[in-house]
């Protein structure tokens, strides 16, 4: 039996590029830079850049650019230069947004489901190379059946797990 679901945190869309389809092999929980998703449908578009512009866009506004599935775009009211008109991770109906969730900011109900169906029915769940310091996700590895942490640093669930293993994981 192989893995059937990989859970992340990067954002550095390497389980992609590896060839994990999203949504049926794996859940990038904060997103993923290659990535942008329709507020409207929800339809995630793969892209070979960075679909962020850095240089242009503020730290919490993700607009990308309208669907071309439904058409959602941003509404006329969007202005990138005032917060208050961002287009944030929770926005509905406001064309399409990169998926990278910034410190501060709540995860996709999409993704957040996904990890959450998916380590619910896991016989196992092995948790690799992470402090597990991000509390508000920690839970997801504990619903399997068993679980594996295998880190160099000591995790606050080391105790929690029914194997520990103290390696490098690169």
């Known amino acids: 039996k192989k893995a059937g679901f990989v859970i992340t945190t990067n ?3 390497i389980f ?17 830079i ?3 998703r329709c507020t409207g449908c929800g339809y995630d578009y ?5 679909v962020r512009d850095n240089k242009r866009m503020k730290c919490h506004d993700h607009k990308v650019g309208t669907c071309g599935k439904c058409g959602s ?5 969007y ?3 005032r917060k208050s008109c961002f287009v944030h991770p929770e926005s509905r109906n406001a064309g399409t947004k990169d998926t990278h969730i910034n410190f501060g900011e709540s995860l996709d ?9 998916h380590t619910s ?4 769940c092995i948790v690799m190379g992470t402090s597990m310091s991000l509390r508000h996700i920690t839970h997801f590895p504990f619903q399997a059946q068993r679980t594996v942490i295998c880190n160099l640093q000591a995790t606050p669930d080391d105790a929690k797990a029914d194997l520990r293993i103290w390696a490098t994981c690169d």
């Open 109 to 117: 109900d999409l993704d957040w489901d996904e990890a959450d169906r």
């Open 16 to 32: 992609r590029k590896a060839g994990l389809e999203g949504h049926k092999e794996l859940c990038c929980l904060h997103g993923d």
């Open 73 to 77: 775009a941003a509404p006329k009211s």
């Open 34 to 36: 290659y990535v942008e």
């Open 79 to 81: 202005r990138p230069d």
């Open 46 to 50: 793969e892209r070979n850049y960075h």
């Open 121 to 124: 029915k896991a016989d196992l």
């Open 11 to 13: 954002l550095d869309g």
